[in-house]
């Protein structure tokens, strides 16, 4: 059997502000297969946001493993993990993070002029629907066309694996769906491997598999046997 792509091992997380130690990850086990979309659910707090940026080497575990391809992340030094993020994970976050100043094309040229392997910009913005915009403003889309210029930015070095951290979580359900459907075509088209954290259960119905978190720990794991498009979610 194929290795995976992401292995993660008996992760922690501690935090610690002052004299208060909060735990934000209890032991973590995990892998994910390339190509697959991962989404994981689960209260505020529970630790969802402090395994996706651990996996992409936004921060660090206390103790445990996480490998991802032949990159031991957790013995990389900062700057081995700046060049990991730089070269292999695109970042989708709840809010877009557009440059105002420039159209939705410019802002993703940002991305392409400084990555090894890009897209063209237009070919990024194409595959989230919206190469007719390009030239537009960020004030002049709307939130649901602002977070799939973000998604195009993050895809346009052609990273292998995305990792979202509630993108749909400013969006009503109609725009909402916009973007999923994007991400489904994108992990499709280039095989990204994809992990989106959501509260909107909905989402589980594109996931190859759901993962639920709870206090630190993953207290659950399902397999989707009946995956649909997203354009036949039920929201
Ligand atoms: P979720 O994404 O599931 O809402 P988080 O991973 O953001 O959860 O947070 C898990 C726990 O870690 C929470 O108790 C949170 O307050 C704490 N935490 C997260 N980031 C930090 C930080 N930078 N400093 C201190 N505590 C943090
Ligand atoms: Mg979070």
Redesign the pocket.
């Known amino acids: 059997m194929a290795e995976p792509l992401f292995l993660v091992e008996n992760v922690t997380k501690s935090?610690r502000?002052g004299d208060v130690e909060?735990k934000?990850l209890r032991g973590i086990n995990l892998t994910l297969e390339g190509g697959e979309i991962v989404v994981m659910l689960?209260?505020?707090?529970?630790?969802?946001?402090?395994?996706l940026n651990i996996m992409g080497g936004l921060d660090q575990a206390t103790s445990g493993r996480v490998r991802f391809a032949d990159h031991e992340l957790t013995s990389l030094s900062e700057r081995q993990l700046t060049l990991y993020r730089r070269d292999h994970v695109g970042f989708v976050f709840q809010f877009y993070n557009l440059i105002p100043s420039l159209t939705a094309w410019e802002n993703v040229a940002l991305v392409t002029e400084i990555s090894r392997n890009p897209m063209e910009p237009g070919e990024a913005l194409e595959m989230v629907g919206l190469k007719e915009r390009m030239d537009h403003f960020p004030a002049q889309l709307s939130g649901g066309e602002q977070q799939r210029v973000a998604i195009a930015r993050a895809i346009a070095k052609r990273p292998e694996v995305l990792l979202c951290?509630e993108p749909t979580g400013a969006l009503d359900s109609k725009t909402g769906i916009l973007v999923l459907e994007a991400l489904c075509r994108i992990n499709e088209e280039l095989k990204t491997t994809t992990a989106i954290?959501t509260h909107n259960a909905a989402i589980r119905q594109i996931a190859h598999r759901v993962l639920t978190?709870h206090d630190?720990r993953i207290s659950e794991t399902v397999v989707n046997t009946e995956r649909l498009p997203p354009s036949a979610v039920v929201w």
């Open positions: 935090y502000t909060v934000a689960g209260p505020s707090g529970s630790g969802k946001s402090t395994l951290d954290i978190f630190g």
